[in-house]
T-cell receptor
């Protein structure tokens, strides 16, 4: 069964350091999403890609966060510099196309000290 | 007011009982509705999707949608301890039809 892959699964970093997360969507899925989930809350969308283009990054804190999907397949989310409040689960999801059912990867749990 | 509202729980039911999880949403134009299950420390896993008013059944799970009341629910029949998890309601809403999640309802099935 095809799955969304993410790495690393866990990341511990100190504040002001840079971190990067990687996501490989299900093969053939055109739409890729990055979410942030704080403990006790539902996932919140950070950025959405359609192929290699950003279609929504309105909730992405652009002073410190960046995301890219250069070839329209895998994607990287970067935080620089990390802050204590960035500690959360970062989830990647993909769907066949816009508004189709989304499937989530295992997530990256980030702890900023 | 949150766009997607769920009772946070915790909701406890005995093994074998029916668990009822509820969700309301604010965007009357929403067309797609999803229930995800999330075990502690894991990522959300799709259980059901529903697009039309009425009931949709899949095994022990039944999703119910009432667009006029802006209400969607999930029933779990013959609840098992392995059903203990947080259940997230998600709705495609807004002009961009983003998937918006509720905060989840924590369900505990007692043996």
């Amino acid at each position: 069964e095809a799955e969304v892959a993410q790495s690393p699964r866990y990341k511990i970093t100190e504040k002001s350091q840079a971190v990067a997360f990687w996501c490989d969507p299900i093969s053939g899925h055109a739409t890729l999403y990055w979410y942030r989930q704080i403990l006790g809350q539902g996932p919140e969308l950070l950025v959405q890609f359609q192929d290699e283009s950003v279609v929504d990054d309105s909730q992405l804190p652009k002073d410190r966060f960046s995301a890219e999907r250069l070839k329209g397949v895998d994607s990287t989310l970067k935080i620089q510099p990390a802050e204590l409040g960035d500690s959360a689960m970062y989830l990647c999801a993909s769907s066949l196309d816009f508004q189709e059912t989304q499937y989530f990867g295992p997530g990256t749990r980030l702890l900023v000290l | 007011q949150k766009e997607v509202e769920q009772n946070s729980g915790p909701l406890s039911v005995p093994e074998g009982a029916i668990a009822s999880l509820n969700c309301t949403y604010s965007d009357r134009g929403s067309q797609s509705f999803f229930w995800y299950r999330q075990y502690s420390g894991k990522s959300p896993e799709l259980i059901m999707s529903i697009y039309s008013n009425g009931d949709k059944e899949d095994g022990r799970f039944t999703a119910q949608l009432n667009k006029a009341s802006q209400y969607v629910s999930l029933l779990i029949r013959d609840s098992q301890p392995s059903d203990s998890a947080t259940y997230l309601c998600a709705v495609n809403m807004g002009s961009a039809r983003q998937l918006t999640f509720g905060s989840g309802t924590q369900l505990t099935v007692l043996p």
